[in-house]
T-cell receptor, first 112, second 108 residues
């Protein structure tokens, strides 16, 4: 059983499109995250949800919106995609905001 | 934010040698964690050291934490080719940012 799964694994899309990346965890964790890893491998937190409440919202463009239908899911919706959005996006979860995080395999987004 | 910054950015060693990576951060933390990322994969948690701990071991891994210097080190002893990966530290406080990581290459 995959602990943290995200789909799709690869996503190629044109500028201006709207896309979503889904994430699900079966660990019963209370906290979920979205990270962006750029071409230089710098991993930056984008959002964090704790029991469906946003607790971290870094200065990301408002074109990015996290949506959590329940504690086990945290989806990432991106509007009006730009070339600079190309990166690998990782979903992760942890028991609480200080505990070890379990990462998904990543979604490689390419905007053309 | 308590950004973790690893040093060196890249490290190449022979199998059997020890590898040491360092991490610095900026403000007070609850704990510091080290992760490994194999190429094209997600991060895997290696070890967590709390702010009141100074040293921790897990198998061939040894982590130290110096809160006065706001730094940590990860030592991998008797390295293997399978240890080839990128290693990241993350300093956990109110929020956290991973550094760019250290790319470790272990040559057979």
């Amino acid at each position: 059983d995959t602990a943290v799964s995200q789909t799709p694994k690869y996503l190629v899309t044109q500028m201006g499109n709207d896309k979503s990346i889904k994430c699900e965890q079966n660990l019963g964790h209370d906290t979920m995250y979205w990270y962006k890893q750029d071409s230089k491998k710098f991993l930056k937190i984008m959002f964090s949800y704790n029991n469906k409440e946003l607790i971290i919202n870094e200065t990301v463009p408002n074109r990015f919106s996290p949506k959590s239908p329940d504690k086990a899911h945290l989806n990432l919706h991106i509007n009006s995609l730009e070339l600079g959005d190309s990166a690998v996006y990782f979903c992760a979860s942890s028991q609480d905001q200080y505990a070890e995080a379990f990462f998904g395999q990543g979604t490689r987004l390419t905007v053309v | 934010s308590q950004q973790g910054e690893e040093d060196p950015q890249a490290l190449s060693i022979q199998e059997g040698e020890n590898a040491t990576m360092n991490c610095s951060y900026k403000t007070s933390i609850n704990n510091l964690q080290w992760y490994r990322q194999n190429s094209g994969r997600g991060l895997v948690h290696l070890i967590l050291i709390r702010s009141n701990e100074r040293e921790k071991h897990s198998g061939r891994l040894r982590v130290t934490l110096d809160t006065s210097k706001k730094s940590s080190s990860l030592l991998i002893t008797a390295s293997r080719a399978a240890d080839t990966a990128s290693y990241f530290c993350a300093a956990y406080g109110q929020n956290f940012v991973f550094g760019p990581g250290t790319r470790l290459s272990v040559l057979p």
